[in-house]
């Protein structure tokens, strides 16, 4: 028997001690129902406001919310693996693609072989 505000007076709510083991337990249930409920009405409102707001900003939530060190990784992927590396600072790399960097145009006007950089 699932308990309401019409079979369950308001003098019941204030006094737990008149009901039975088998009306506690049921009022149990029925209020762990009513939480799990209410607590997927308000996940759902707090989504579509998120939503909403991602909206608002120009973005998708998805984008706001993916772990940002796989973005990076994905944007890390899609580079085009380096060829050349500078001996003088192995941190500076080049693909071999697009406008040469000014380390190798320098080693190149002293007359060093682009080659001598490769990876």
Same mark, same amino acid.
């Given at each position: 028997?699932?308990?309401?505000? +019409? ?5 019941? #709510? +204030?006094? #737990?001690?008149?009901?039975? @083991? ?11 129902? /009513?939480?799990?409920?209410? !607590? ?9 406001? /998120?939503?909403?707001?991602? !909206? ?16 990076? @990784?994905? @944007? ?10 500078? $001996?003088?600072? $192995?941190?500076?790399? =080049?693909?071999?693609?697009? @406008?040469?960097?000014? =380390?190798?145009?320098? !080693?190149?006007?002293?007359? !060093? ?7």
């Amino acid at each position: 028997m699932a308990f309401n505000r +019409h079979n369950f007076g308001e003098t019941n #709510l +204030h006094d #737990l001690n008149t009901l039975s @083991r088998t009306e506690l337990e049921q009022l149990k249930i029925d209020v762990d129902a /009513a939480l799990s409920s209410l !607590a997927e009405r308000e996940r759902r409102a707090a989504l579509d406001a /998120a939503i909403k707001a991602a !909206a608002a900003h120009g973005f998708r939530l998805d984008e706001l919310t993916a772990d940002p060190s796989l973005r990076m @990784r994905a @944007r890390m992927k899609s580079k085009n693996p380096a060829k050349f590396r500078n $001996p003088e600072n $192995p941190e500076q790399t =080049w693909s071999g693609r697009g @406008r040469k960097p000014q =380390w190798i145009k320098d !080693a190149e006007a002293e007359g !060093a072989n682009i080659e001598e950089f490769s990876i």
